[in-house]
């Protein structure tokens, strides 16, 4: 279920979408809205849903067609004939992931913790 329609995204983008493109942002809302359930928390509000899955779909939506499609980085040169970009396996050009502001606003910050591998034996008074 997404928690957002296109026309959201439309608003946020400031443009008017082709059929072709409604279709599209369609099917990403609703990868955004399984993104964001992976990280279902008590404290986020659909309200908190709708605006993290506009922005991560806004970002998707709005990508340079000189980029290639999950790059993260790249750099060009001339003359020289260089070109270079880097895949990664997170967040990139083209697709839906929620950036670190917006797991905040679902609640998910981040959590500092230790545990103690050694801590079934216990110490003995000699």
Known sequence: MAYATYE???TRLGVTFTETEQGICNSLLDLAAAEIDSYTT???TDEIKKIVSVESVARAMNVASDVPMGAS???MSALGYSQSWT???GGSVGSVYLSKAEKKLLGIGN????SNP???????LV
């Open 8 to 10: 959201d995204v439309e």
């Open 42 to 44: 008590n404290t986020a």
């Open 73 to 75: 980085q790249g750099s």
């Open 87 to 89: 895949m990664p396996t």
């Open 111 to 114: 959590a500092i913790g230790a």
């Open 118 to 124: 050694l801590s079934f034996i216990t110490r003995e």
